[in-house]
């Protein structure tokens, strides 16, 4: 398995990984592998384009995206 040193970070990010892993119950190591897991590797099938938007909540009816007739303003020319 390979390794990864990172280098200069500022002690504000590193806090923040600590606090963040405590949350989790990990280590900072752990707590770091996992979000550069979650950042670079796929998330599992992808599926269809169809698949997706199947799986999307209802957005509303068509009456909820009617425009208002737009009725113009005056223009001193």
């Not at 996992?34 to 599926?47: D, S, V, Y």
């Not at 009456?63 to 223009?75: K, L, S």
Request: glycine share 8%; net charge positive.
């Amino acid at each position: 398995m390979a390794q990864l040193l990172v280098r200069d970070l500022p002690e504000a990010v590193v806090r923040s990984l600590k606090v963040r892993a405590a949350r989790h119950g990990r280590s900072a190591e752990a707590e770091h592998r996992r979000i550069l897991e979650e950042a670079l590797l796929p998330r599992g099938p992808r599926g269809t384009l169809k698949d997706w938007l199947l799986a999307m909540p209802p957005g509303g009816t068509d009456a909820d995206f009617t425009r208002r007739r737009d009725r113009g303003r005056r223009v001193n020319l």
